[in-house]
């Protein structure tokens, strides 16, 4: 996960995302901190290695809590793949964007978004970057639950030689409906030869 909860020195619950912090804080300076789940509350693991991208990950076992059970399977691709995307939209959307959330619980929707960006004017978009295999069908329910909700839905999927978006796939059939609909659809490539950032100091 990107994401996690931290106290403040006055008490409060803080949540950070990991992208944030690592153009802010050393490893150290993250490591000295405690981190919970902002789902179930049990404690998480700052993940600073020098190749993978960093991220938080649950002290032990995840399998009750409800991000484990919500989001897609965090692969270091998928993080990748969610985190550049928001950060794409934020840097397109501008000064209209008034706050990036990653793993954002939409109640009203009853889902957990990838990456939620809010708007100046309050108009809300969630977010879903799929990389592992989904179908038409949970295409469509996942975008029924957020529009439903009255929350603009970004599907971005990855693209690769090879890749579900073949014509006649089902990812090709979802992502033609999407467009049919009027549903923004960002077609990704993901280099694996990039490497992360080097460590911050």
């Given at each position: 996960?990107?994401?996690?909860?931290?106290?403040?020195?006055?008490?409060?619950?803080?949540?950070?995302?990991?992208?944030?912090?690592?153009?802010?804080?050393?490893?150290?300076?993250?490591?000295?901190?405690?981190?919970?789940?902002?789902?179930?509350?049990?404690?998480?693991?700052?993940?600073?290695?020098?190749?993978?991208?960093?991220?938080?990950?649950?002290?032990?076992?995840?399998?009750?809590?409800?991000?484990?059970?919500e989001l897609e399977t965090e692969s270091p691709r998928h993080r990748?793949?969610?985190?550049?995307?928001?950060?794409a939209l934020q840097i397109h959307y501008g000064a209209r964007v008034?706050?990036?959330?990653?793993?954002?619980?939409?109640?009203?929707?009853?889902?957990?978004?990838?990456?939620?960006?809010?708007?100046?004017?309050?108009?809300?978009?969630?977010?879903?970057?799929?990389?592992?295999?989904?179908?038409?069908?949970?295409?469509?329910?996942?975008?029924?639950?957020?529009?439903?909700?009255?929350?603009?839905?970004?599907?971005?999927?990855?693209?690769?030689?090879?890749?579900?978006?073949?014509?006649?796939?089902?990812?090709?059939?979802?992502?033609?409906?999407?467009?049919?609909?009027?549903?923004?659809?960002?077609?990704?490539?993901?280099?694996?030869?990039?490497?992360?950032?080097?460590l911050a100091r």
């Amino acid at each position: 996960m990107l994401s996690a909860v931290t106290t403040t020195p006055t008490g409060e619950s803080e949540p950070r995302d990991m992208v944030a912090l690592r153009r802010t804080f050393t490893a150290d300076d993250i490591r000295t901190q405690e981190w919970h789940c902002k789902f179930c509350d049990v404690a998480m693991i700052p993940v600073l290695g020098a190749v993978r991208e960093w991220h938080f990950r649950h002290l032990r076992d995840a399998s009750e809590c409800p991000a484990h059970r919500e989001l897609e399977t965090e692969s270091p691709r998928h993080r990748l793949l969610k985190q550049t995307a928001a950060e794409a939209l934020q840097i397109h959307y501008g000064a209209r964007v008034a706050s990036l959330e990653y793993e954002a619980r939409v109640k009203d929707a009853g889902r957990i978004a990838d990456a939620l960006l809010t708007m100046t004017d309050a108009t809300r978009l969630a977010v879903e970057a799929q990389v592992s295999p989904i179908s038409f069908e949970n295409v469509q329910r996942r975008t029924s639950s957020y529009t439903d909700a009255d929350v603009d839905v970004i599907w971005v999927f990855i693209a690769e030689e090879g890749t579900r978006l073949r014509p006649g796939s089902s990812w090709d059939n979802a992502r033609t409906w999407l467009i049919d609909e009027g549903y923004m659809v960002v077609i990704a490539t993901l280099d694996t030869e990039v490497t992360p950032l080097p460590l911050a100091r």
